[in-house]
């Protein structure tokens, strides 16, 4: 192979992998969230991640809707269950054991692909998307999709926006108080219970989103919710549960290391992903960050 050739692989490879990373970034924010700042095991969040997907696939079906144009309905709609999850059923375990709260989340995500497949089969759901997200586009020489392109921006505007929330806001100074100390946030006039219902409901739209723009690259059937939750799981453990700056740096690095494993050794690529996390938790066994949002 030419040198010049290499450099194409190797940066193709890069590149989906920073695609395929942005992805699990997005729908893996919120878990993260949940179990570091809010200490809750929420194995449930792939189907919300699933529930945007079908969303998606609904509203491009019946509705005309174009492609990017369901976006911020998905997320709105998954906000929305995300919401009602918490207020309904979440926030009477958040006192129990982690045992009660990942049975009973898991048994959700069953139930979920369950409904899905009564719904809409065991298939493969189609999405339709805008033709000049289906062109190649020559960077330095190297052609690269223009959707992953697409995939990656936004995720940046979107992890952008959301360091600004916590970082920079009211909203992201209450949630770090009311982690840190409920009790004392809430005697300073914190509304703790609204606090963590509009976090929840953030986290599943943001898993909507994530589930959404995924249908092209990672497909989507009635088993997503279950078939990628161990990656979901993998990107909190890696990066630090609770630390958005370390689940966007372990999502890319899983991402990378997921692509170029299947490319260059195929007979044990999935098993890559799993040796990257291996090795960062030997060097770091509480991930590589902390447990706060930074």
């Known amino acids: 192979m030419l040198a010049s050739d290499l450099v194409s692989a190797v940066a193709g490879i890069i590149f ?6 942005s992805l699990l970034f997005l729908i893996s924010l919120g878990l993260s969230v949940t179990m570091g700042l809010m200490g809750f095991v929420n194995l449930a969040h792939g189907a919300f991640a699933m529930a945007g997907g079908f969303t998606c696939v609904e509203l491009l079906r019946r509705s005309g809707i174009s492609f990017l144009g369901t976006l911020p309905v998905v997320f709105v709609v998954t906000a929305v269950l995300g919401a009602g999850a918490e207020v309904l059923l979440y926030r009477r375990l958040y006192r129990r054991s982690h045992l009660d709260q990942v049975l009973f989340t898991i048994g959700l995500t069953f139930m979920a692909s369950a409904a899905a497949t009564w719904v809409w089969g065991p298939s493969q759901q189609p999405v339709t998307l805008p033709a000049w997200l289906h062109r190649q586009i020559t960077i330095g020489g190297v052609e690269v999709s223009a959707y992953r392109l697409f995939l990656i921006a936004f995720v940046l505007l979107v992890s952008a926006v959301l360091g600004v929330l916590v970082t920079r806001t009211r909203f992201g100074a209450q949630l770090r108080a009311a982690v840190d100390n409920q009790t004392a946030a809430a005697g300073v006039g914190v509304n703790v219970g609204l606090l ?18 995924s249908i092209d690259v990672l497909g989507l059937d009635p088993t997503f919710a279950i078939k990628y939750l161990v990656y979901f799981l993998l990107v909190v453990v890696v990066g630090g549960a609770g630390s958005f700056k370390g689940a966007l740096i372990a999502s890319l690095s899983l991402g990378i290391s997921d692509v170029a494993g299947k490319y260059y050794i195929p007979q044990i690529g999935g098993f890559v992903i799993y040796l990257a996390m291996v090795l960062v938790l030997i060097i770091t066994p509480s991930g590589l960050h902390g447990r706060r949002a930074t």
């Open 16 to 21: 989906d992998g920073v695609a395929y990373g």
């Open 196 to 213: 963590f219902t509009v976090t929840f409901a953030v986290g599943s739209g943001l898993a909507g989103l994530g589930g959404a723009l």
